[in-house]
């Protein structure tokens, strides 16, 4: 199918790719291209988008560089971020977790169509996670209304870990609900930064919520 692959870009926010990591992406990008529609794992106006979407997926890396920390993408659907992370970053463990059977049973072939040795695909609601798992970081894309995924997310994060968020240009508008909410379960807002898509003409703003652990107060 020949999904276009934005290779300069994902170096910009990524760093260099190897022959090995480029074939992988491009394979996995050819994979959700063909099931996406079939699966609901992107809709269908977003297919031509999906170069770009990966690219957003590889930007966490201009934010915070994963070096070999565990982490969980929390409702990855078809394995952005998730999948394009453990590509760039072959020494972290990546916990795909996802509600739906027919994802879990994609992205379980892309584990054996890429080889990829460094994921585990959990199939199982967030909800029924909070207690039974934690990470010491988790991230999510596009996972729904700001304070349902907060809710939900920030029980599965260990404390003293950090949940990442990847926010679009209305992250302002956002930023005081999102305090509160994050306050209530014993978070708060770390660290925020923009990272500009080269060629996409957009940026993508992170948000790290810092979760337990020594308080903001404490620790000053």
Same mark, same amino acid.
């Given at each position: 199918?020949?999904?276009?692959?934005?290779?300069?870009? *994902? !170096?910009? &926010?990524?760093?260099? $790719?190897?022959?090995?990591?480029?074939? /992988?992406?491009?394979?996995? =990008?050819?994979?959700? #291209?063909?099931?996406?529609?079939?699966?609901?794992?992107?809709?269908?106006?977003?297919?031509?988008?999906?170069?770009?979407?990966?690219?957003?997926?590889?930007?966490?890396?201009?934010?915070?560089?994963?070096?070999?920390?565990?982490?969980?993408?929390?409702?990855?659907?078809?394995?952005?971020?998730?999948?394009?992370?453990?590509?760039?970053?072959?020494?972290?463990?990546?916990?795909?977790?996802?509600?739906?059977?027919?994802?879990?049973?994609?992205?379980?072939?892309?584990?054996?169509?890429?080889?990829?040795?460094? *994921? !585990?695909? &959990?199939?199982?609601? $967030?909800?029924?996670?909070?207690?039974? /798992?934690?990470?010491?970081? =988790?991230?999510?894309? #596009?996972?729904?209304?700001?304070?349902?995924?907060?809710?939900?997310?920030?029980?599965?994060?260990?404390?003293?870990?950090?949940?990442?968020?990847?926010?679009?240009?209305?992250?302002?508008?956002?930023?005081?609900?999102?305090?509160?909410?994050?306050?209530?379960?014993?978070?708060?807002?770390?660290?925020?930064?923009?990272?500009?898509?080269?060629?996409?003409?957009?940026?993508?703003?992170?948000?790290?919520?810092?979760?337990?652990?020594?308080?903001?107060?404490?620790?000053?």
């Amino acid at each position: 199918m020949g999904v276009g692959l934005p290779r300069a870009g *994902i !170096e910009q &926010v990524a760093g260099p $790719l190897t022959a090995d990591q480029v074939k /992988r992406l491009s394979l996995y =990008a050819d994979k959700l #291209a063909a099931d996406a529609e079939r699966m609901s794992l992107i809709s269908r106006h977003e297919l031509p988008n999906l170069g770009r979407h990966i690219l957003d997926s590889a930007a966490l890396l201009a934010f915070r560089d994963l070096s070999s920390e565990e982490v969980a993408d929390l409702g990855t659907g078809g394995g952005l971020p998730g999948v394009v992370l453990s590509i760039l970053r072959p020494k972290v463990k990546v916990a795909l977790i996802d509600s739906r059977r027919s994802r879990v049973v994609f992205l379980k072939s892309v584990q054996r169509l890429l080889g990829l040795e460094n *994921i !585990e695909v &959990v199939h199982a609601r $967030l909800e029924e996670l909070a207690g039974v /798992r934690s990470f010491p970081l =988790a991230v999510a894309r #596009a996972l729904g209304r700001l304070d349902r995924v907060l809710e939900m997310s920030l029980g599965v994060v260990e404390a003293g870990g950090s949940l990442v968020l990847y926010k679009g240009p209305r992250w302002s508008e956002e930023a005081e609900e999102a305090g509160a909410i994050a306050e209530r379960g014993g978070a708060w807002i770390e660290r925020v930064e923009g990272v500009e898509l080269p060629g996409a003409d957009r940026t993508t703003t992170f948000v790290e919520f810092r979760v337990g652990g020594v308080s903001r107060e404490t620790d000053s």
